[in-house]
């Protein structure tokens, strides 16, 4: 699947999904490659085939034989990219990306994310930022972009103060 991706080659992607090859993290891969005939492709399989109540097959496959961490959703892969034509795939098909928990956040879920794993943790909150600073996704998803952005540059200022040893990554989104 991930060839026939990275050759633009939407004939062999329908023929493998036809033929019920597991599709794993292939979605992710289009929006990688920016292959938006793809993207639409695997969005509509997805859609076709998703269980209510399971994973999405992105999140579904193995993460030692992925190219993607976990907190990498097709949102956030296609705000990295900046491509707006995916984006507006993306949002007008429902998806979303809230705004990262607080970096002194006690809830369960973040207590529990950084004891098993801080630096993941901490990769996982600046990758929510980088989507999120993404011009074109907030051309599309604000109602004032130009406020949405100072906004956002005072809260990556914050957060450069308080992670330090990512002060640069925030400084740079």
């Keep these: 699947m991930i060839a026939a991706i990275e050759n633009e080659n939407i004939e062999l992607i329908n023929l493998l999904l036809r033929e019920g090859i597991k599709v794993k993290d292939a979605l992710l891969h289009a929006i990688k490659e920016e292959y938006v005939e793809a993207v639409e492709t695997l969005l509509l399989w997805e859609e076709e085939n998703h269980v209510p109540g399971e994973p999405y097959s992105w999140e579904a496959v193995d ?6 961490t976990a907190d990498i959703t097709p949102l956030i892969l296609a705000a990295h990219k900046n491509n707006y034509e ?36 901490s990769q996982s ?3 929510a930022y980088k989507a999120l600073s993404s011009s074109s996704l907030i051309a599309l998803s604000s109602k004032d972009p130009i406020s949405t952005a100072f906004h956002l540059s005072w809260e990556l200022r914050r957060l450069s103060r308080m992670e330090t040893e ?3 990554e925030y400084t740079v989104s």
């Design 166 to 168: 990512f002060r640069a």
């Design 63 to 68: 993460r030692s034989s992925s190219s993607f």
């Design 86 to 121: 995916i984006l507006k795939i993306l949002l007008d098909r429902g998806a979303t990306l809230p705004m990262p928990h607080d970096v002194r956040c006690g809830c369960d879920e973040c207590v529990t994310s950084s004891e098993q794993d801080s630096l993941r943790h």
């Design 125 to 127: 909150r600046i990758n």
